[in-house]
């Protein structure tokens, strides 16, 4: 089912994320997660490709086994940065023959020993060429509500997102954020802009000191001072630092849903106990 399907026929939807094993040896556990969280219930989930395309095959088989053993459905990342177009058709014929009708066009980050293939320097050309091969997929791309961490101003990153949707992009999703406020003055901009497109707030919940860092030094993401405080208050507890991680998340989201914007996404990192812990606290929101 496409996902732009799901937004018309549901007024509010909730979905997760996992990602693909790095190598195969860690395929098993990957597929637990991601059943216990298929479990649950979403209204789709999305499986992430590896930089460079290094999990591509296992992205695949993930995301199949969702959609046909589980009955999810799914949305399969496609990054390009270090794929020659061969292999990103080859990737795009592969997720039509496994039945999955959402795919995720992303560049990707930009691999730390350098680029190996120049085919792609933007998700737009790689948008073009899915719906080249496919105008009938159903394509979802990234947006930055701070602004894309390579682009000095926000007002240019803008111009490229809306060169993206421009392209045929059909829903875009947020990179992580912890203040709606940021969200809310992003969706105003990109309006005034004529970006109409349904955006999907992504919701990273934080669980432990690290993530912080690395959510600043990956995203450029702002920190508020309040999570600053819950994450020093309670550093030396994991569990009651994953539980108040949890609630901050879910207030988030209620706060997001209250204002209007009810499809949401969660960054659940193959979590399932994250994932439970956001649908115990929303069940009753959500469905």
Not at 144 to 159: A, M, W
Not at 199 to 204: A, D, E, L, T
Request: charged share 25%; proline share 5%; glycine share 6%.
């Amino acid at each position: 089912m496409k996902i732009t399907e799901i937004f018309k026929e549901k007024e509010v939807t909730l979905s997760f994320e996992v990602f693909p094993p790095k190598t195969d040896n860690g395929y098993p556990a990957v597929e637990k997660a991601a059943a216990e969280i298929a479990a649950l219930g979403p209204d789709f989930m999305s499986v992430t490709y590896g930089a460079g395309g290094g999990t591509s095959k296992n992205t695949a088989s993930i995301a199949a086994d969702l959609q046909d053993k589980y009955h999810v459905p799914v949305l399969a990342h496609l990054t390009c940065v270090s794929s020659d177009k061969d292999h990103v058709r080859k990737m795009i014929n592969t997720y039509k023959e496994k039945g999955i009708e959402n795919i995720m066009a992303l560049r990707g980050d930009i691999p730390k020993e350098g680029r190996t293939h120049f085919d792609y320097n933007h998700a737009t050309e790689l948008i073009y060429d899915i719906k080249s091969v496919d105008p009938d997929i159903c394509i979802g791309g990234a947006c930055y509500p701070e602004g894309h961490i390579e682009c000095t101003r926000q007002s240019e990153d803008i111009q490229h997102l809306k060169e993206k949707v421009e392209a045929g992009c059909d829903f875009l999703t947020t990179q992580m954020f912890f203040d709606n406020s940021t969200l809310y003055q992003f969706l105003y901009r990109i309006k005034d802009k004529g970006i109409d497109v349904p955006v999907i707030p992504g919701i990273m919940p934080i669980t432990n000191e690290k993530q912080v860092a690395r959510s600043v030094a990956l995203s450029g993401s702002t920190i508020p001072q309040k999570m600053k405080i819950m994450v020093d208050r309670f550093q030396d507890n994991p569990e009651k630092l994953k539980e108040a991680g949890i609630i901050y998340a879910c207030d988030q989201i209620i706060d997001l849903i209250s204002n209007g914007v009810s499809h949401i996404h969660v960054y659940s990192m193959n979590k399932p106990d994250i994932a439970a812990g956001i649908m115990r606290n929303l069940g009753a929101i959500i469905k």
